[in-house]
């Protein structure tokens, strides 16, 4: 997926805090009670919503992202609903503080309403129990989700039991210039050997694409089934030892020697279409379609998924448990999940975001303007890489690799 946050810098220390303020939280007294909205009927959920102000926070790193939410989304919630949006600049740690902190003041409400979110996000939230739910059975769009596909109903290992909407589901992919490489690296052993054959060509970037690719190498070291379930301390242990020795190895051959790491994708998308690198990654397999409409990417650039595998996952929209306008937030929620907008969402030229629908559960005239959409023309075809997906893991592996990356590799 398109990165939706940034990781903390001290991840373990934000989740202690996290934990502390969970029970200095239950010593609490005249905490306000949950409103009522989930018993009202969509009608009237509805009917609160028009003419609601609703702050979201999210990631804004990329520009197709940008524009599909101000000019699609923005205006459809407005005309459709008297809804006005707001949305502000935050990733997963900010989110997480900001949030945190309101909790920790007494503060009644929130300045937040809705979330985008997954992952070590969602799992930190729910420690503080900051999430407002279970709410999406009472979203008419949810009909056409299937929550049993572990890709959809499960985040991080986490069962979301209506605490987060899906969104949009992805999966990671790197990418490269067809002209410089003929054939790609499908398996870690031979990404080794393409580093050390090709000094200064490569490098991972110190936030969550690089973790996914950290956790993919992982994965495919260990053997998925080994890593799946709670976290375990002593399979950790032993596997990210083998990862770094492997990274460490290769740290020499890596772009300016392994010396400094790229803090952003965009930095390490700047550098392959600089020429610098030879490959960039995404957490979206189709993002290579939309940076070459914009010009960003060369037109011989090609995305694709190695035969070991990599990581699949869907993101998702919350709601704080504080949040003022949770009509308005659910009424949100379900209109992103429309066919409507999951479709505007997926073409290649306005985000390329792969839906959460479950197409077969469409009304016909939906599917057919699915099937419509059109086709790939440089990332690898979704049916194609289905065989490759692998699941997220437990959100403490996500943690401790992004710590441990930065001591036992970055340093």
Known sequence: ?????????????????????????????????????????????????????????????????????NGYVVP??????????????????????????????????SQLDLLWINGETFFQLRQIDALFGPFTEKLPHSAYVDYDDPFIGTDFQQPIEGMEAPWGNVQFALIYDETEID?????????????????????????FAGMTLLKSLLMAMAGPETLYGPFDEDVYARWSGELWAYLNALKPHFWRSGRTFPSSLAQLHQLFANGEVAFTMSNNDSEVDNKIAEGLFRETSRAYVPESGTIQNSHYLGIPRQATSKAAALVAINFLMSPEAQLEKMKPAVWGDGTVLDLERLPAEWQQQFAEIPGRQRAPDRTAIEGRALQELAPEYMIRLAEDFRREVME
């Open 183 to 207: 054939t790609p690296p499908q398996d870690p052993a031979a990404l080794a050997d393409w580093v050390r054959a090709n000094p200064g060509r490569f490098t991972i970037p110190n936030e």
């Open 76 to 109: 459809e919630l407005r005309a459709r609903y008297g809804i006005e949006l707001e949305i502000v600049s935050g990733q997963g740690s900010q989110i997480v503080s900001t949030l945190l902190s309101e909790l920790e003041s007494g503060r009644r409400t």
């Open 1 to 69: 997926m398109h990165r939706l946050f940034s990781l903390p810098a001290q991840p373990g220390a934000l989740l202690f805090a996290c934990l502390t303020a969970l029970l200095l939280m239950a010593c609490q007294s005249g905490a306000p009670p949950e409103d009522q909205v989930l018993e009202q009927s969509w009608d009237e959920i509805e009917a609160e919503a028009a003419g609601e102000s609703l702050t979201m926070m999210m990631w804004m790193g990329d520009p197709s992202i940008n524009d599909y939410m």
